[in-house]
C-alpha cells in the first residue's frame, strides 16, 4: 500500500497562496483550533452507497482519475462502521509530535458536527443528513521558553457518498466568501481567510481526489496569530486540519504541523479502507 511522502508539497502550496493571494478578506471541520460545547442532535444520518461524483473544485468536471480506490467492502455505510473509522484516524496529541498534550476537553462528542451558522459563527450541533460519523480531536503545544501556545485539531468525516463529501468541499469553498469574518468563541474570530483549491491532478496533488487550503489570521484578546486550516478529501471521508499560531513559532514550522498531519491522517485512511492507489 502506498505511504505519502509529500507533506513538504502542501506547506509548498499554503505558503505560495499566502504570496500570491496576500492578507485580503475572504467545518466539523475542526475550523476551531480547540474545543467547542455541542449543541443538541438535530437529525439522525442516513446510510448509503458511495456515489461516483466531480470533485468539487473543478466547477462540476470529472476528474479524470482517482487518487485512492477503497475496498468496497470496507468502506463504512453504518453509523457503528463509521464511528469506528474516525475514531482510528484522528490524530491524538502523540502523533503530532512529542511536544504535544491534549486541551481539555480533549475530543468532540460524537454524534455531532460543527457547522457555520447564518450569523458566521462556528457551532456543533447535530449530524445532518448525508453525514455517518465526525470526531474532532484538540491538542496544544503548552507556552514554554518564550514561546506562545500553538493550538492544533484533527477531525475525520464519514458521509454516506462520494457526492455528500465532495459537496462538503465546495460548501468550504463558498464559506469564506459568505461570512469574510467567522466567529469561533464570544471572543475568537477568524479572518483574512484565502482559499486555494487542488484537485487530483493538478499541481503537486498525488494523493487526495480534493484539496482545500486556507490560510488567514486568528483573532483573540490577546493578538493576532497566524491560522491554517486543510480540508482533504479521499473517496467518503473528508480530513480537515487547523493550526493555529503562537508568539516564536514561524508560518513555516506552523505550515509543517498541519501538512504532517494531514499526511498521517490520509495514510490512516488508505490502512483503514485497503483497496489501491
Known sequence: MRRCTWPWQITTVV?????????CGSGDDGKAAGPKT???????????PPEATASASTGGKNASSLAFQPDPAKVPRTKDRAEALVAAVALKPQAWGAQFRAQQPAA?????????????????????????ASLSRYSEIPAAGGKGEV?????VTVHTSVREADERLASTLEEPLRCRQQQVRSDEWIAGLMSTATPYGQGNNTYADDQVVEM???LTSGGTQTYYWYVTRLGTVTLAVSV???KGYSDNELGTFASRANATMLNRVEFELGGES
Open 15 to 23: 505558503i505560495v497562496a499566502g504570496v500570491v493571494l496576500g492578507g
Open 108 to 132: 468532540s462528542a460524537l454524534g455531532t458536527v460543527a457547522e457555520l451558522d447564518e450569523q458566521c459563527r462556528w457551532e456543533r450541533r447535530g449530524l445532518p443528513r448525508g453525514v455517518l
Open 38 to 48: 455541542s449543541a443538541p442532535e438535530k437529525s439522525a444520518a442516513q446510510s448509503g
Open 244 to 246: 493555529k499560531g503562537a
Open 216 to 218: 488567514g489570521k486568528y
Open 151 to 155: 493550538k492544533v485539531s484533527a477531525a
